[in-house]
């Protein structure tokens, strides 16, 4: 598992590398919650995915993304990210593809 550095804004995105994989992740909130988009060397994978606590976010295999993701409240409240517990509070989590099908 690795942590996703995030910064308590309503709106970020970020390169990182994962599982040899190039991806965009762009997180940000709405009135509606905290959703977030994943591109793999530009190609979208998921597009306004809500973010909720322990969900995971990609599910599909056929979708082509090595692992997934899946949101984690700190706090132990179970309580769904928002922007201003991001980094702290509410952590986003990629797991690789080892963990994501050990469920």
């Known amino acids: 598992m690795n942590t996703i550095p995030l910064q308590p804004v309503p709106s970020q995105t970020l390169q990182v590398v994962l599982s040899n994989q190039s ?3 762009s997180v940000y ?3 509606g919650g905290l ?3 994943i591109l793999v ?3 979208p994978i998921k597009l306004g995915a809500i973010c909720q606590n322990l969900n995971r976010i990609v599910r599909k295999l056929y979708l082509g993304f090595v692992g997934d993701f899946v949101w984690l409240d700190t706090s132990g409240a179970g309580g769904d990210p ?3 517990g991001l980094g702290s509070q509410f952590q986003l989590i990629y797991l690789t593809a080892a963990e ?3 469920r």
């Open 23 to 25: 991806c965009i992740l």
């Open 35 to 37: 959703f977030m988009d």
């Open 41 to 43: 060397n530009d190609a």
């Open 100 to 102: 994501a099908n050990d």
């Open 29 to 31: 909130q709405s009135p």
């Open 82 to 84: 928002y922007y201003s």
